[in-house]
């Protein structure tokens, strides 16, 4: 086994591969969850998701064909829809672009537009790297990477910080002490 193949088979990669197809599992399985349980996973699964994309190694390609996308519109408004349902009133929320210089007005943004679009990534990273040719793998890991720098890594950021509002703002705490003395 020569270094690179070593890589694509690392324990930092094969955690980040089992965290992501959890994560999809779980969401596509959200309608026979209560909105009280998504927000309990997602809370604990997003700073997970960060932390396994942010230790992928950088990757050379041999072969920058080999990318493939799977997760089909058709599919993502599903996701999207189930998701929007769920999350009712609370699915729109605000924040603060930081990319913008010198400004401080708050961005309009989606929990369910945010998980779908994270979902989407984690998707094809799971089925990109299960396909059995080496270049297909090392594709999964290099885009994976690079869509945590550019995409998906913000949205966790952004999202993350709702749903710990949701879960442990006043009106909410109540309810979710009955869930959590349950598990």
Partial sequence: MDSGTDLITSRKVLEMLTVANDFCLFLEKAEDYSREEILLYLQKVCPLLYLKASLLPEIEVENDEATEHFVTEELWENMFNILRQKFGNDDIYYFID?????????EKSSIA?????IYQDMKDFVLLYQKPLLTSKENAIRDCKN????RFGYRLVNVHSILHYLLFHEGEKGELQDILETL
């Fill in 98 to 106: 930081h990319h913008v210089r010198n400004t401080v007005e708050a």
């Fill in 113 to 117: 537009e945010n998980i779908t679009d």
């Fill in 147 to 150: 869509m945590f720098e550019t």
